[in-house]
């Protein structure tokens, strides 16, 4: 294996430990068991707690997070030893946690890993949890309350129909799917083979691969890769209308709300010309996490989880910061452009 393979892979490898924490803290617990091979284990002795295989990874997570009053978990990741398409590692972790019962204080642990190279990336064939240090002190701080809500839990089932509900009595068409795996499925099923295909900026696209599936395949015409190629000066005026009249467009939304109401947040505004009107079709991907009760709480959502968390990617991907920009609120399709809502049960995205 030449020097640059190992570098890649250490990065890759401390990527996975990283994205582990960010689905903990996001109570991504669907996002979280799709970084174990199909045959891996989770282990958390001290628990205790054996999980075997993605399945019983999601639902024993989603029980135990079910006792969480909050928990806040920190990696730092520390040594690798790649052996062709195996490696060993660990990860140390410092983590907070008040559970519903009144337990609470900070612990730290070590995860001890074995990692595998998949057609995927490299996954998690095993993670052993051991606890180094805990100290049960009352902890001096406090979740915050209702009125601060974090935006991050999957709305249930019964707020996910209502919220179907309402968006289809105003006109939308929609599908409460599963999981993204679901939705990137029932997208290739909606787009016709050889359409003009635009998917904005979206990390719900990014991590559930429709945008590869999209830009990346000879299936569609893809706008985003002709635009790309684009001279934004000389050719403006073509590049606005590629963007603007896609056969369909496909991208996701801030927020959605129980009264039928999607909430579009932009820095550029690209997107919103197809999907005001200029498209022939539009298909929005929704995470349950976006499910809120109403506008100004939707809103609320755009400014204080949203907009933090794309200024973050900007940052790294640009050097400058996102912003609120444009603000698209669709009570109803436009009415030359059908509309269609995939609903998701797992939290995915912003």
């Known amino acids: 294996m030449n020097d640059f393979q190992a570098v890649a892979d250490r990065v890759e490898i401390q990527a ?17 068991s799709r970084l ?36 806040i978990q920190t990696t730092h990741p ?10 060993t590692g660990r990860a140390s972790m410092h983590e907070l946690a008040r559970l519903k019962n009144g337990t609470e204080g900070l612990n730290y642990a070590v995860y001890h890993d074995r990692y595998r190279r998949t ?3 490299w996954r998690f064939a095993e993670r052993v949890y051991e606890v180094r240090y805990l100290d049960t002190t009352p902890l001096t701080g406090a979740a915050p309350g209702p009125s601060r809500l974090p935006f991050t839990d999957p709305a249930p089932a019964e707020r996910l129909e ?9 006109g939308f068409t929609v599908e409460v799917l599963a999981d993204a795996a679901a939705a990137r499925a029932r997208i290739e099923e909606l787009i016709g083979e050889g359409a003009s295909v635009f998917t904005s900026a979206s ?23 002709r635009a790309l ?41 690209s997107q919103l010309p197809a999907y ?29 989880h949203a907009l933090p968390l794309e200024t973050t990617r900007a940052r790294a991907a640009y050097g400058q910061p996102s912003a609120v920009n444009q603000l698209l609120v669709l009570n109803a399709p436009a009415r030359m452009t059908p509309g269609t809502v995939l609903l998701l049960r797992e939290a995915i995205g912003y």
Do not use: C
């Not at 282990?43 to 989603?62: D, K, T, Y």
């Not at 990390?203 to 890769?225: F, P, Q």
């Not at 603007?244 to 109401?261: F, M």
């Open 119 to 121: 057609a995927d990336g």
């Open 276 to 304: 005001a009107g200029g498209a022939a079709r539009a298909i929005w991907v929704v995470g349950a996490q976006k499910v809120v009760p109403d506008l100004p709480t939707a809103l609320r959502r755009v400014e204080e």
């Open 229 to 269: 190629a684009m001279d934004r000066v000389l050719e403006a005026h073509e590049l606005r209308r590629l963007v603007a009249t896609p056969d369909v467009v496909i991208g996701s939304v801030a927020a959605v709300t129980e009264t039928g109401t999607l909430v579009v947040a932009s820095a550029s505004g």
């Open 203 to 225: 990390e719900t696209l990014r991590l559930s691969g429709i945008d590869e599936d999209v830009n990346a395949e000879d299936r569609y015409r893809s706008v985003k890769s």
């Open 16 to 32: 996975l430990q990283y994205e582990f924490t960010d689905a903990v803290m996001m109570r991504d617990r669907a996002r979280l």
């Open 78 to 87: 520390g040594s690798i030893e790649i052996d062709g398409d195996t490696a």
């Open 162 to 170: 209502r919220t179907a509900a309402a968006l289809t009595a105003n």
């Open 36 to 71: 174990f091979t199909p045959d891996g284990v989770l282990r958390m002795p001290a628990v205790p707690i054996e999980l075997v295989g993605p399945e019983q990874i999601r639902v024993g997570g989603e029980k135990l997070q079910e006792q969480w009053d909050f928990f």
